[in-house]
């Protein structure tokens, strides 16, 4: 299976701040990344996929780049409802994988 | 709007098997499959298979093979996940949720979730 790694596994930031979580894959996986956001007692929610294309309806402070094995998830400016739960997640293989999760807390 | 609603918790005994419904509307049912994702209390996401609503094709992850079976009912838009031999460590919420299936599609929208908890 592909093995996918973030870090951090968790983040303080403070409101505006500029944040950036990273994902790496264990091999190649090209563009085929994806990222959702989850609050808790909530269901995860898309928020970028094929590694820097916006999901319809989420804020363009997200944003999302990289191919290959190293990929990046940027917040450009925290809003309280940013703190939440970052998962990376494959799609290249059939059998898909996740990250661990960067949990992303008030400072 | 497409929406997946899932059936109600569930408590179950040690051994003993659950079957979890997803009933999606909103979209074509048989032009997406459907994947099945699960979180255990305080951990992270891990992905349990994926089943075509066109073929029944099916793809398991690994660890769970020979436990899990993913139907669909096309009647009813509806999918299904049964679990097997429970064991403590399948207390989860267990997420559906809508994919295509083709390389690089995400997985798009989700059900609210379904507890099952597994006690003796």
């Known amino acids: 299976d592909i093995q996918m790694t973030q870090s951090p596994s968790s983040l303080s930031a403070s409101v505006g701040d500029r944040v950036t979580i990273t994902c790496r894959a264990s091999?190649?996986?090209?563009?085929?990344l994806n990222w959702y956001q989850q609050k808790p007692g909530k269901a995860p929610k898309l928020l970028i996929y094929?590694?820097?294309s916006l999901q319809s309806g989420v804020p363009s402070r997200f944003s999302g780049s990289g191919s290959g094995t190293d990929f990046t998830l940027t917040i450009s400016s925290l809003q309280p409802e940013d703190f939440a739960t970052y998962y990376c997640?494959?799609?290249?293989?059939?059998?898909?994988?996740f990250g661990q999760g960067t949990k992303l807390e008030i400072k | 709007q497409v929406q997946l609603v899932q059936s109600g918790a569930e408590v179950k005994k040690p051994g003993a098997s659950v079957k979890v419904s997803c009933k999606a509307s909103?979209?074509?049912?048989?032009?997406?499959?459907i994947s099945w994702v699960r979180q255990a209390p305080g951990q992270g996401l891990e992905w349990m298979g994926w089943?075509?609503?066109?073929?029944?094709?099916?793809n398991y992850a690994q660890k769970l093979q020979g436990r899990v079976t993913m139907t669909t009912d096309t009647s009813t838009s509806t999918a299904y996940m049964e679990l097997r031999s429970l064991r403590s460590y399948d207390t989860a919420v267990y997420y559906c949720?809508?994919?295509?299936?083709?390389?690089?599609?995400?997985?798009?929208?989700w059900g609210q979730g379904t507890l099952v908890t597994v006690s003796s």
């Open positions: 091999q190649s996986i090209s563009s085929y």
């Open positions: 089943i075509s609503t066109y073929n029944v094709n099916t």
């Open positions: 997640q494959q799609s290249y293989s059939p059998l898909y994988t």
């Open positions: 909103g979209y074509t049912f048989t032009s997406y499959g």
């Open positions: 949720a809508r994919d295509l299936g083709v390389r690089g599609y995400p997985l798009d929208y």
């Open positions: 094929a590694a820097s």
